[in-house]
């Protein structure tokens, strides 16, 4: 009985996957209103994947070292109009 509930269960969520895979978006497009896209959900994740593959093997045929931020910061300025006119009281 529970191996009845979990296959179904499976079978339900692989179909509301392939339902939100097959559907197309509305966008807004600035000073034309709201347009329905062309690709499916399935076709973006496509070539997002297709996009990030290819960053990847960019990267590991590069020369440069990806760039390293520091983690401390410096600590924060203060304004030059603030020690100017604090300087010139004195």
Do not use: C, W
């Not at 973006?44 to 994947?49: I, M, N, V």
């Not at 030059?80 to 010139?88: G, K, N, P």
């Amino acid at each position: 009985m529970e191996k009845s509930k979990k296959s179904n269960k499976k079978a339900d969520l692989l179909a509301m996957t392939v339902e939100m895979l097959a559907q197309k978006n509305v966008e807004s497009v600035l000073f034309e209103g709201k347009k329905i896209v062309e690709s499916t959900n399935h076709d973006k994740l496509e070539t997002f994947s297709g996009e990030l593959i290819k960053e990847q093997e960019r990267r590991k045929t590069s020369i440069l070292p990806p760039v390293v931020l520091k983690q401390n910061s410096p600590s924060p300025r203060t304004s030059s109009a603030t020690s100017l006119s604090t300087s010139s009281s004195y």
